[in-house]
């Protein structure tokens, strides 16, 4: 079992940033792979960006790569994603996802999710 909690949303000016952390319990949370995803008012649910167990494959939505990197710190339990030139079009609920196996962009292969940290861009 793995919880997840994120934190680091808030108001930002567009072209400003934000760096979202996600803390995990377990034991067990340097073999899981770690995902962001995010959702806007009237949207579904969205992939942001996703990391190996061993931060070595990482993976983007086009509409972010470039500008927001995900990392991982494994002795410290947490994930991170830095979002730089944020767009009003980032405004979400951003969410923290795990699972046990190989890393993927597929929403429902992920196991555990956060409760969400909103992240608001202002034009």
């Known amino acids: 079992q793995v919880q997840l909690i994120e934190s680091g949303g808030g108001l930002v000016q567009a072209g400003g940033s934000l760096r979202l952390s996600c803390a995990a319990s377990g034991r067990l949370f340097s073999s899981y792979a770690m995902g962001w995803f995010r959702q806007a008012p009237g949207k579904e649910r969205e992939f942001v960006a996703a990391i190996s167990w061993d931060s070595s494959m990482t993976y983007y939505a086009d509409s972010v790569k470039g500008r927001f990197t995900i990392s991982r710190g494994n002795a410290k339990n947490r994930v991170y994603l830095q979002m730089n030139s944020l767009k009003p079009e980032d405004t979400a609920v951003y969410y923290c996802?795990?699972?046990?196996?190989?890393?993927?962009?597929?929403?429902?292969?992920?196991?555990?999710w956060g409760q969400g940290t909103q992240v608001t861009v202002s034009s």
């Open positions: 996802a795990a699972r046990r196996g190989t890393t993927t962009v597929r929403i429902y292969e992920y196991d555990y």
